[in-house]
């Protein structure tokens, strides 16, 4: 879809995720990303998008910023602060658009599964009526009841589940805006069929599901590897990280980010640790981009004591730079001292927080060599991992 760009996108990305238990919904990880970055990138791909606005909450609009700060997106972006209604939130979104757009393109950044070629047909169906809206037809039989007593059965041939983008032309939405219509309604082109302006549908893809409730997480996740595996073939990379530290007096020890209580800790130049090292080897190995050694070298100083948890996060953007996810990871602590089993299920928290990942692709186990090999000299560590691709 090429030729001008005509076209302002307004993201939003408030609400009160009150049925998320406690997860904000637009910043929850869906496949190691945000869900409100898929939204934002699907959108900075549309030729005709002149500019992005995105829409916040009080309670998400720091992180919602940060997240914008780390993607590399091409068009003028910026986060706003919304309002205590969904209406309101746009009205806010439209008086940020800086560009001289016909368009204004309303998109919810729960609904993370919207492909470009929906975008454009909207766009395209917008330009030429002045209203549409993304649906999809029902397949199911519809029952009316009121009170527990049947009333009737429509006719499911005419009913459309409506969705986002909706895509109206700029001046006509301000307008209405100036009349003070809007109230309560729950999308936009409500606004405009409370003018008996007409609303055009255009049918896409079923699957651009809202994320409402952490189930909805699931099912987002079970589509995206389905469109990867028709994509890529299923495009999985492993890794096998192995490290090694010699015991030393006078230092902590540190495993999996967790400090623990022991007369000595291990010899390193950063913190030393050595399961931390391992993960970052095996996922820097998965994408063959060399070693712990190659990106943070001991002869640096500002590496000298660093906490290697937030060298592994320097990792992590790197593998989610080349758009892939940590499928699991699977790690062995080598160690006949001290007794680690006490500790293993801080460390997979740790480890599945910088890893962004669910815990239950975590395993961390421990084992000694029966007094051969490291026998009480140092601890090593073993680590496997599948990246899969977004």
């Known amino acids: 879809m090429t030729g001008q760009k005509d076209t302002a996108a307004i993201i939003v990305a408030g609400g009160g995720s009150t049925r998320m238990c406690g997860m904000d919904k637009q910043t929850a990880l869906l496949c190691g990303k945000p869900v ?15 500019e992005i606005v995105v829409v916040a909450s009080e309670n998400n609009i720091e ?29 806010n979104g439209i008086n940020a658009i800086k560009s001289e757009s016909r368009l204004v393109a309303v998109h919810d950044g729960a609904r993370p599964l ?49 969705s986002t983008p909706q895509v109206f032309a700029l001046d006509t939405y301000k307008k209405l805006i100036a ?11 409500s606004v405009f069929e409370a003018e008996n302006i007409k609303v055009k549908i255009y049918e896409g893809m079923r699957n651009n599901l809202k994320i409402t409730t952490r189930e909805d997480l699931s099912v987002a996740r079970a589509i995206l590897e389905d469109r990867t595996e028709k994509q890529t ?10 490290d090694v530290h010699r015991f030393s007096p006078d230092r902590k020890l540190v495993l999996g980010g967790v400090d623990i209580p022991n007369a000595k800790g291990l010899l390193g130049h950063s913190d030393a640790d050595v399961l931390a090292h391992a993960i970052m080897d095996s996922l820097l190995g998965a994408l063959a981009l060399g070693d712990i050694g190659r990106l943070f070298p001991d002869s640096e100083n500002k590496y000298k004591g660093a906490d ?49 990942t669910d815990i239950k692709h975590v395993s961390v186990k421990a084992t000694t060599e029966e007094g051969l ?11 496997l991992c599948l990246l899969k691709k977004f």
């Not at 073939?233 to 192995?242: A, E």
């Not at 892939?324 to 160690?335: E, K, L, Q, T």
């Open 373 to 383: 090999g490291l026998a009480g000299k140092g601890i090593g560590a073993k680590v």
């Open 63 to 91: 992180e919602i910023r940060r997240i914008v700060a780390r993607k590399k997106i091409k068009k003028p972006t910026i986060v706003i602060l919304g309002g205590d209604t969904r209406v309101k939130s746009v009205i």
């Open 179 to 189: 009349k003070g219509i809007g109230g309560g309604f729950s999308d936009d082109a």
């Open 114 to 162: 919207i492909r470009k070629e929906d975008i454009e047909g909207v766009i395209l169906l917008a330009r030429k009526w002045g209203a549409a809206i993304l649906a999809s037809s029902m397949k199911d039989t519809v029952k009316v009841f009121k009170s527990n007593e049947f009333l009737e059965t429509p006719d499911r041939s005419r009913l459309f589940i409506a």
């Open 233 to 242: 073939g299923g495009y999985v990379r492993v890794g096998i990280g192995y």
């Open 36 to 50: 409100v970055s898929y939204s934002i990138a699907e959108f900075d791909e549309v030729d005709c998008i002149s």
């Open 308 to 356: 290697s948890f937030k060298l592994l996060e320097e990792v992590m953007a790197l593998i989610n730079e080349r758009d892939f996810f940590v499928g699991n990871i699977d790690c062995v602590i080598i160690a006949e001292e001290p007794k680690v089993s006490p500790f293993i299920e801080s460390m997979r928290t740790n480890i599945s927080k910088i890893c962004q």
